[in-house]
């Protein structure tokens, strides 16, 4: 059941306490409440995501944030090497965390990603080889919203088709998918097309695959939160910020953690409320929100902790470190003709029948993601920056960057102008080597952290942005863009190094891809926040399941990543049991 106040809880005493109900945190509360006899609580700061317009209808899901009620509204810190330009931060406030309120993108990198993690951690579980079967328990792939004929757009073999969340393939065609497929034929040894890059094969341009079925988004809480709701075992609390983790105590030499302090932004009082776990406390606040609350709650860089005037519990100097992100830059290009979605974004009229056809019967534009195609492409072996820099990719089937192609204005946080026609191929760093932190701004738990992604601090990540964006170009020069791109649009027409990186430097933001603040390593690691049954280091009773553990960023958009970490951990819980 879903409460929205402490005093409707029925007990205050639980097998395990889930805090955030996000990405990860609904999968673990699913696979967990699948035994009845386990007693599972989640506690949510954000709000309920039922009847969400603009996080239902998938066109509308780029309007989901920034700046709204149900987005933690955080800013990056001004980014040195980003002309000091500070950005709006996302991330979801509501059931469904991130997968709510992301652009639905879905696949799970390379299988490179999953061998290095298996090989950094020490854990061949982790491997790719043993990974996939995952992807047959989350994924369920349907027919599209328009139910075309989908055959040659993706590999049936490499998905599963009974499992939770909803993934299907473009619901709506638009008339550069052709172009695009043309573009790969005439340019293919530079850019060979993929035939489904949703299964470890992630090289090339193909078609996008995304959380999406009967033309509506499928988020972490319509699949696996719906899916287990009516379970009189499972308890999710919503406006339940959590803002301690509160230790009961050692066993075997280790602190022990057993309860966890909140506080409901829906009473009248804000009061701390306590609740407490017998087996285990899971962290899935997400790659911001766990950092925070472990230093809040004295585990973290004491150095760090004692300037706040936090007792320092756990001293760990990894705890938000390693911060790594997918740098994001828009290439936006004027077209001719009426084929572009650019009204949809004005709001006009064609927004008005798209959004009654949307209604009707969940087709149209709106039925889509922002993207029909995309892909991942590596730099050319020879590139000079590998005469000083070793190649950073997780391994020969990893790409350097990706191209989102978009039929319309997709530059996130600038308005679309209101006169012309665009077309966006944004390209971003899938391999960055620049790390960044999150760390606490205040002791305040409703207060924001501070969040330096510290974006192109290296000079591995200017080099390969650039050589994306000079990429574009020569995609943008095959013959089928000739009657369609007028001019490319604003700084988009730099053409010397020099001016490609002030174009850079202007415009990049990120994809909101944020990993690495609570990474996992080798159990007897010199650093790292978990271990690879993802246990706090130096602790018992808390394991962290989110996007945070991941020591490298996948060549994914990262919610499948973190789907299949939250289906391996929910497997790992349970042998403990
Ligand atoms: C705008 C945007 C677009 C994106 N687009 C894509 C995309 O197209 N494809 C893709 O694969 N990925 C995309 N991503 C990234 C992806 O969605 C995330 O990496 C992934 O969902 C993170 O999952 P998580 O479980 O780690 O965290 P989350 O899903 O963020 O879950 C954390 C949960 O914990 C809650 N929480 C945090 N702190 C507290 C607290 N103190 N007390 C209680 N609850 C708390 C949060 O409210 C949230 O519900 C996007 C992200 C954003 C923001």
Redesign the pocket.
């Known amino acids: 059941a879903i409460y929205t106040k402490p005093l409707q809880l029925p007990r205050i005493t639980y097998d395990y306490v889930i805090?955030?109900?996000?990405?990860?945190?609904l999968v673990v509360a699913n696979r967990l409440t699948e035994n009845p006899k386990i007693q599972v609580l989640v506690?949510?700061?954000?709000i309920s995501d039922e009847n969400v317009l603009p996080v239902i209808v998938p066109f509308l899901g780029?309007t989901?944030?920034p700046n709204t009620p149900f987005d933690?509204n955080y800013t990056v810190t001004p980014q040195t090497n980003l002309d000091n330009r500070a950005f709006p931060y996302?991330?979801?406030?509501?059931?469904?965390?991130?997968?709510t309120?992301?652009?639905?993108?879905?696949h799970y990198g390379s299988s490179d990603d999953y061998d290095k993690l298996a090989r950094d951690t020490g854990d061949a579980g982790w491997s790719w080889n043993n990974m996939q079967k995952y992807i047959q328990a989350h994924e369920k792939f349907v027919p599209p919203a328009d139910g075309h004929n989908t055959t040659g757009q993706f590999i049936p073999e490499k998905h599963g088709f009974k499992g939770v969340t909803s993934i299907s393939l473009p619901g709506n065609s638009q008339g550069i998918d052709a172009r695009v497929l043309s573009t790969l034929d005439e340019l293919k040894s530079e850019f060979p097309f993929n035939p489904d890059m949703g299964g470890g094969d992630i090289l090339g341009i193909g078609w996008a695959q995304s959380s999406i079925g009967n033309g509506t988004r499928s988020s972490?809480s319509t699949s696996y939160l719906r899916d287990a709701n009516s379970r009189p075992n499972l308890h999710v609390l919503i406006h339940?910020?959590?803002?301690k983790l509160i230790p009961n105590g050692f066993k075997n030499g280790r602190v022990s953690f057993g309860g966890v302090m909140?506080t409901s932004t829906n009473t009248a009082i804000r009061l701390p409320s306590f609740v407490y776990a017998t087996k285990e406390i899971i962290l899935?606040?997400?790659?911001?929100?766990t950092p925070?609350?472990l230093l809040l709650s004295g585990i973290g860089p004491k150095k760090e902790l004692s300037a706040m005037g936090i007792p320092t519990i756990i001293d760990n100097a990894s705890v938000g470190k390693n911060m790594s992100e997918h740098v994001l830059v828009p290439n936006i290009f004027q077209v001719t003709g009426s084929e572009s979605l650019d009204e949809l974004l004005r709001g006009g009229s064609f927004l008005d029948t798209s959004l009654a056809q949307w209604t009707a019967n969940k087709t149209g534009p709106l039925s889509n993601?922002v993207t029909n195609q995309l892909g991942f492409l590596r730099l050319p072996q020879n590139s000079s920056i590998f005469q000083t820099v070793p190649d950073p990719s997780t391994g020969p089937k990893s790409s350097h960057f990706e191209f989102v192609i978009a039929n319309f204005w997709l530059n996130p946080g600038i308005s679309v102008p209101a006169t012309g026609r665009f077309f966006t191929i944004v390209t971003a760093l899938i391999s960055p080597t620049s790390r960044g932190f999150v760390k606490l701004a205040s002791t305040d738990?409703f207060k924001a952290p501070i969040i330096n992604p510290q974006l192109l601090s290296t000079a591995f990540d200017r080099f390969a942005i650039r050589e994306a964006v000079k990429a574009t170009k020569r995609f943008a020069s095959a013959s089928a863009w000739k009657d369609y791109i007028i001019a490319p649009f604003g700084s988009n027409n730099a053409t010397t190094d020099d001016e490609i990186d002030a174009h850079v430097r202007s415009l990049a933001s990120t994809?909101?891809?944020?990993?690495g603040t609570a990474t996992m390593t080798k159990a007897g690691a010199s650093w790292g926040v978990v271990d690879p049954n993802l246990k706090l280091k130096g602790a018992e009773g808390i394991r962290i399941v989110?996007?945070?553990v991941w020591p490298t960023i996948p060549n994914?958009?990262?919610?499948?990543p973190?789907y299949l970490v939250?289906e391996r951990a929910s497997d790992l819980i349970k042998a403990d049991q």
């Open positions: 805090v955030g109900a996000g990405n990860a945190g506690l949510e700061a954000g780029p989901a944030t933690w996302p991330r979801g406030k509501i059931l469904g965390g991130c997968s309120v992301n652009y639905m993108t879905h972490s339940a910020t959590v803002t909140f899935s606040a997400g790659s911001i929100g925070q609350i993601s738990p994809v909101f891809h944020p990993i989110d996007a945070s994914a958009h990262t919610q499948g973190t939250a």
